[in-house]
C-alpha cells in the first residue's frame, strides 16, 4: 500500500503578520525621518525681503579693522552661528539663509543692518544691541565670505598675574610677540578672552573689549559673586590670545575666588538626605508618585506576557 505523505502547514497569524508590517513601517520611518528633514532643510526657499530705499542708502560707519571683525566674529558666534554655520553657509541647526552667496553679499550694508533691526520669522530683531555690534558682524560677514589666502600666523607668550584684595580681584595678562631672532616685544591690541570654566562649556567675564594697550597688559576685575567648583570655592580661570593673526594660546589657572557652593549632602532641604526636614506632604507626594510608576511598570509587564502566552497558544492550536 503506497501512502502518501501530505505536508500540512498552518495558516499564518493575520495579527501577527499585521503587526510585523505596522513594526518595519515604523522603523523605516524612524530611520528615514532624519535623512528627510536634512533634505527638506537643504531646499528651503527664503521668500524675497524688500528693503526701503532709504536702508539701502545707509552707509557703514566703522571701518572694517581687525578689531572691528573680531568683534563681529565674537557677536557671530554667539548670536548667528546656529543658525547660519561656521562660515555662514546657512546649515546650522535651524535652517537659514546663506550669507555668502552672491545674492546675500550684493546687498548693500544697510540692507543688511535694516534686516538685523528688523528681523524676520525665526530670525530675531536686534534692535536692543548697540549699532556699532551691528555694524561689526556686518564687517565679519563681508570678511568670511572674501577669498582666503594662506595666512602664516605669529605666535606669541602670555604673562598672568593674579592680584588678590581685600576688595577685589585682578587679572592682568601681558602679551609678548616672538619674533624671527627668538627677542620678544609687546603686543599691543590683541584680542583676550578671560573664562571661567563651567560644567557644560566656559563663562566669560570681564567684558568684550579686552584688547592689550601699548605694553601689551590687559586688566579686569573678577566677578566677586561666581559659585565655586566646590565648597571651597575653587574656579578653574582661562585667559586666551584670541588674536586672528596669531596662534591660539591659552593659559588656565586653579583659584580660591568663588563663593563655596553647597552640595546636596549639607543640603537640609535635599530630600534624598534626611527626612527630619522634608515637609509630610512632600513624602506623600514623591512615594505615591513612586509608587504609581513601579504599578504602571508591573501592569505593562504583566500585559505583555498575558499577549505573549495568547500567541504561544494559538502557535501550538
Known amino acids: ?18 503587526t510585523s508590517v505596522r513594526g518595519f513601517r515604523i522603523l523605516a520611518i ?10 527638506l532643510a537643504q531646499n528651503v526657499e ?18 572694517p579693522d581687525k578689531i572691528s571683525i573680531e568683534e563681529g566674529m565674537a557677536f557671530y558666534n554667539i548670536n548667528c552661528k546656529a543658525c547660519h554655520g561656521d562660515r555662514g553657509e546657512g546649515d546650522g ?26 528681523g524676520r520669522g525665526q530670525m530675531p530683531s536686534f534692535r536692543a544691541v548697540s549699532e556699532t555690534e551691528l555694524w561689526n558682524v556686518i564687517n565679519y560677514i563681508r570678511d568670511m565670505a572674501g577669498p582666503k589666502k594662506d595666512i602664516v600666523r605669529k605666535n606669541a607668550t602670555i604673562k598672568v598675574v593674579f592680584n588678590e584684595t581685600d576688595t577685589l580681584n585682578e587679572i592682568t595678562a601681558q602679551v609678548w610677540e616672538l619674533q624671527d631672532d627668538s627677542t620678544e616685544i ?31 597688559k590687559v586688566t579686569i576685575t573678577f566677578p566677586p559673586d561666581l559659585p565655586g567648583e566646590n565648597e571651597e570655592g575653587i574656579l578653574t580661570v582661562i585667559i586666551r590670545l584670541e588674536d586672528m593673526e596669531f596662534n591660539t594660546l591659552e593659559v588656565s589657572e586653579t ?23 522634608v515637609p509630610i506632604w512632600l513624602l506623600l507626594s514623591f512615594g505615591g ?21 495568547i500567541n504561544r497558544k494559538k502557535k501550538t492550536a
Not at 46 to 52: D, H, I, K, N, S
Open 186 to 216: 609687546p603686543a599691543g591690541e590683541m584680542k583676550m578672552g578671560f573664562y571661567v570654566k563651567r560644567y557644560f562649556g566656559e563663562l566669560k567675564i570681564g567684558g568684550d573689549r579686552t584688547y592689550t594697550n601699548d605694553q601689551g
Open 289 to 309: 508618585i513612586t509608587g504609581g510608576v513601579w504599578l504602571t511598570i508591573i501592569i505593562v509587564m504583566l500585559q505583555l506576557k498575558k499577549i505573549h502566552d
Open 30 to 39: 524612524v530611520l528615514l525621518l532624519p535623512a528627510a528633514l536634512v533634505l
Open 93 to 118: 541647526v535651524i535652517p537659514a539663509a546663506s550669507l555668502v552667496s552672491k545674492q546675500a553679499l550684493d546687498q548693500t550694508d544697510g540692507a543688511l543692518f535694516y534686516k538685523l533691526l528688523e
Open 1 to 18: 500500500m503506497n501512502i502518501q505523505k501530505q505536508e500540512i502547514r498552518k495558516p499564518m497569524n493575520k495579527n501577527s503578520k499585521s
Open 255 to 277: 583659584l580660591q575666588w568663588g563663593t563655596p557652593k553647597e552640595t546636596y549632602w549639607t543640603d537640609k532641604r535635599a530630600l534624598w538626605k534626611n527626612n527630619d526636614y
Open 46 to 63: 527664503f521668500p524675497p525681503w524688500p528693503v526701503p530705499d532709504e536702508a539701502n542708502e545707509i552707509e557703514n560707519p566703522i571701518a
